[in-house]
């Protein structure tokens, strides 16, 4: 799973540890426990969330899902919006993990966001629980959580600023251009996570990048580079 960083330890990983114990009885470290709990208390946020609504989804409901009793709960949260906002930390952070990770930053800029909308598509494809909470539920979560969707787009908008260098008017371009577009990308994604439309999402990918790539590097080349996602859809 691409936005969760965690996971589940490895069962196999786990085995090698306890099989290097001295003989006898042994409990599973604490440490072990409890991260293993939070990390299901999170991963039932974003589903709950996702199926539910923020406002709907109760402390209760986030324990019985997770298995954990209430004052597990308790012991990790303070409440269910620092549940909710470490969810939403753990998510980006994970994915930012990814695109660390796969993108090539040696490669022209606009092939590096053609990659980068490709596995930022994908990664909503795989996760849509976690896609949801992060563009659509925070929203409504409170202004923390808004505060921290807001940081979001602002930080991926830092990547499309570089693409100014390309465009002989660039200095001239507005200000707020930048996160204006990682707006509207967000607001498609949005629409069809809303109409349970997830698994047509890589479709939106010419589109996007027309609109992403018009501004730096001009109608034409984006338009090629549009053509040429489409033509790897249905290839």
């Known amino acids: 799973m691409f936005w969760y960083r965690g ?11 306890l099989g290097k114990m001295p003989s006898g009885r042994h409990l599973v470290p604490s440490d072990f426990v409890a991260q293993n ?15 539910r609504g923020y406002q ?24 269910k919006e620092e549940c909710f906002l470490a ?43 976690r896609a949801r ?6 929203q409504a979560a409170g202004t923390q959580a808004l505060a921290r969707y807001q940081a979001a787009l602002e930080l991926v908008a830092a990547k499309l ?23 509207g ?8 996570l809303d109409a349970d439309r997830s698994d047509d999402l890589k479709t939106l990918l010419p589109e996007m990048l027309q609109i992403v790539l018009t501004p730096f590097v001009g109608e034409a080349d984006a338009g090629r580079a549009a053509d040429a996602a489409q033509a790897r859809l249905v290839a």
């Open 7 to 17: 996971g589940m330890t490895d069962p196999r990983s786990l085995s090698q540890r």
């Open 37 to 51: 709990q939070r990390e299901r208390m999170l991963l039932a946020t974003a589903e709950l969330v996702a199926e």
């Open 56 to 79: 709907k989804t109760t402390i209760e409901l986030i324990a019985k899902t997770a298995r954990v009793a209430l004052v597990t709960f308790y012991e990790q949260f303070d409440g």
């Open 87 to 129: 969810a939403f930390d753990e998510s980006v952070s994970a994915a930012v993990d990814v695109f660390d990770e796969l993108l090539d930053r040696s490669r022209p800029w606009p092939d590096q966001i053609a990659a980068g909308l490709e596995i930022f598509l994908e990664m909503v494809v795989s996760e849509p629980a």
């Open 133 to 138: 909470l992060c563009l659509v539920e925070s």
């Open 161 to 183: 600023r570089e693409g100014r260098a390309l465009n002989p008017q660039g200095t001239r371009l507005p200000d707020g251009l930048e996160v204006a577009i990682v707006g």
């Open 185 to 192: 990308l967000a607001w498609l994604v949005q629409q069809r």
